[in-house]
Every structure is written in structure tokens, then in C-alpha cells.
């Protein structure tokens, strides 16, 4: 089955610019789905962070930003603050077989 | 403030079936709007998609759960249930349910909301 690679981690200082990538394949981000990212802060349910691929739902600050070009995707976090140490997941769409939805591994984000 | 909650056994035994509800509050399931679906988390792990279902009833599974899993919905109460059978210890996770709003395709749907999960483990 189709996947989508994340970094385990990544890691920065306050202040610092950070980017996580997201890499599928053709049939996934290849084939023109929107990725979406998702924060999960510490024993909390994930939350939309990022929609259709470089949009942000209401009250989300302007320093998250994401990208996605051919089969990969990224999420950038400018301005790094201490309560972004989190977890970060990329989501998308598969329609190899009968067609799923994607989740990336996750991303721990810690601020150094 | 539309919310939901999952609610069952924290503590299932291998080989039977998981059952959990997610209570929709503050919007109706049968508004049509949206998909309602079940997604899991595994201890230190990362998310699993299992499936959705719309208020008709219409449901979409993952390929590696099809046949174990089994969505419904009950308009009259607003909630929807997920069953998992012959569950291992593999199937421990916390359980999410969450809703999916429209993208400018089927497949670039996202989830706007998501209840807080209900932890559920598979031992004897």
C-alpha cells in the first residue's frame, strides 16, 4: 500500500524557520490531491492546521505555511515559539484500489 | 459549538468485537454536508485512517480493515458507531472520530474536527 514519508523529526531554536516534508507517490500527491497538515500537541487530539494545501482555518497564526509540488509537499513554521513542539502529520489521498485516506508517520517537532 | 465525543469499553478481549459510539453535538449528521469517520492512534504511533460514512448510510473502508469493520449511523440519536471484530492486541489505540468537510474533490477532503478519543486496549 501507498505511504507518505515524513521526517521523524526535526528540530529548532526559537525564532528559527523550520520545514517538514511529506513524500507520496503518483497515485497519492502525484495525482493532484490536496495535502492537508494536522498539529497534535502532547496528550491533545490532532487539529487542522492546514486544508487543500496551503490554506489555514481560522485562528491559525500566518507563521504555519505549506507548499506541495509533483509527489512531495512541505510544511513551513517561521518565527518558531516554544508551544509549536509538537507532533505534525501530513494526510492525503490513495486511489490505488479502492481508494483510502493517507496519513504521513508524523514528525516530532521539538524547540530547542 | 459543534463537538464529539467518543464513548465505550476501555478494555476489549481478543478475538471479540470493538464497539464505540461518537455523539454528534451542536449539528446534524443528517445535514448531509460532511463525512463522518473513524481514525486511530496506536501508543507513541502515528494516525490510521479505518473509514467514513455519509448520512445515507454510504460508507468507505480502508482496504487492510474492509472486513473487519462495520459503520453506521443513527440519525434519530446523531451519533455513529464504529464495530472492529476479531480484534488483537494489534487493534490497542485511542480511537478518534472526526469530521470530514468537502474539498474541491472526493479525495481532497479534510477533517475540521475531531472528538478527544476514547483509549481502548485488547488484552485478556
Known amino acids: 500500500q501507498s505511504v507518505l514519508t515524513q521526517p521523524p523529526s526535526v528540530s529548532g531554536a526559537p525564532g528559527q524557520r523550520v520545514t517538514i516534508s511529506c513524500t507520496g507517490s503518483?497515485?497519492?500527491?502525484?495525482?493532484?490531491?490536496?495535502v492537508h497538515w494536522y498539529q497534535q500537541l502532547p496528550g491533545k487530539a490532532p487539529k487542522l492546521l492546514i486544508y487543500?494545501?496551503?490554506n489555514r482555518p481560522s485562528g491559525v497564526p500566518d507563521r504555519f505555511s505549506a507548499s506541495k509540488s509533483g509527489t512531495s509537499a512541505s510544511l513551513a513554521i517561521t518565527g518558531l515559539q516554544a508551544e509549536d513542539e509538537a507532533d505534525y502529520y501530513c494526510?492525503?489521498?490513495?486511489?490505488?484500489?479502492?481508494?483510502?485516506?493517507?496519513f504521513g508517520g508524523g514528525t516530532k517537532l521539538t524547540v530547542l | 459549538q459543534v463537538q464529539l465525543q467518543e464513548s465505550g469499553p476501555g478494555l476489549v478481549k481478543p478475538s471479540q468485537t470493538l464497539s464505540l459510539t461518537c455523539a454528534v453535538s451542536?449539528?446534524?449528521?443528517?445535514?448531509?454536508?460532511?463525512?463522518w469517520n473513524w481514525i486511530r492512534q496506536p501508543a507513541g504511533k502515528g494516525l490510521e485512517w479505518l473509514g467514513r460514512?455519509?448520512?445515507?448510510?454510504?460508507?468507505y473502508y480502508h482496504p487492510s480493515l474492509k472486513s473487519r469493520v462495520t459503520l453506521s449511523v443513527d440519525t434519530s440519536k446523531n451519533h455513529l458507531s464504529l464495530r472492529l471484530n476479531s480484534v488483537t492486541a494489534a487493534d490497542s489505540a485511542i480511537y478518534y472520530c472526526?469530521?470530514?468537510?468537502?474539498?474541491?474533490?472526493?479525495?481532497?477532503?479534510?477533517?475540521?474536527?475531531w472528538g478527544r478519543g476514547t483509549l481502548v486496549t485488547v488484552s485478556s
Open positions: 503518483s497515485s497519492s500527491i502525484g495525482a493532484d490531491y490536496d
Open positions: 460514512i455519509y448520512s445515507s448510510g454510504s460508507t
Open positions: 494526510q492525503s489521498y490513495d486511489d490505488s484500489l479502492s481508494g483510502y485516506v493517507l
Open positions: 487543500g494545501n496551503n
Open positions: 451542536g449539528d446534524s449528521i443528517s445535514s448531509g454536508v460532511y463525512f
Open positions: 472526526a469530521r470530514q468537510s468537502p474539498g474541491t474533490g472526493i479525495g481532497d477532503w479534510y477533517f475540521d474536527l
